[in-house]
């Protein structure tokens, strides 16, 4: 059975709710702020349906957009870009992942973005930035800036999950498009 968008949405609620949401006492955040509702969005991600969920629900949000890569800040993108990688395969419109390193490696290519192959590079590129939880957007304004520095165009930007805390504001002053898949809204009942 195929399942509409809102059908996808509406079941990767349910695991993310399952999997990776906490409601509680007050966390820190990675943007410093702090919370009583948390997302580890890893167990979603690395779970097999909800790995296939995120990366049809971004696939479709991606578009006819003639994107060339996929990618983001290493943790949280590093995941999400595989699984689009290879669903975006099976679908027949690859796209390829790549992750930005929070800090060139100190060995070996050195590179700060990894996953092209030898002698490729950013400049030109098509890229769309991923992500899992966006806060105020320090990550992936962090990874556009890098990509940009090397002569990538950003598409738009997809989260996972947007925490309804300034991001949206902060990618529009940026000039780049954002577009979450779920919000915290969805996890407030």
């Not at 390193?101 to 590079?121: F, I, N, P």
């Amino acid at each position: 059975m195929t399942l509409t968008p809102a059908q996808k949405r509406a079941r990767l609620v349910e695991i993310v709710k399952a999997r990776s949401f906490q409601e509680g006492p007050e966390m820190k955040l990675a943007s410093g702020k702090t919370s009583t509702f948390y997302f580890n969005m890893k167990p979603t991600m690395l779970d097999p349906e909800g790995a296939a969920l995120i990366a049809d629900l971004m696939l479709d949000a991606v578009g006819d957009d003639d994107a060339d890569l996929v990618g983001g800040l290493e943790m949280g993108a590093v995941p999400i870009a595989s699984a689009i990688a290879a669903v975006s395969h099976v679908q027949g419109r690859p796209i390829s992942a790549f992750f930005v390193r929070k800090q060139a490696k100190e060995h070996g290519t050195q590179s700060l973005v990894e996953g092209l192959v030898r002698g490729d590079t950013m400049k030109g590129k098509s890229v769309v930035i991923v992500e899992d939880v966006t806060t105020t957007g320090g990550s992936a304004l962090k990874a556009a800036a890098a990509l940009q520095a090397e002569g990538a165009r950003i598409v738009r930007v997809l989260t996972i999950v947007d925490r309804l805390d300034g991001a949206a504001e902060a990618f529009r002053s940026a000039g780049l498009d954002f577009v979450p898949i779920l919000t915290l809204a969805d996890f407030r009942s």
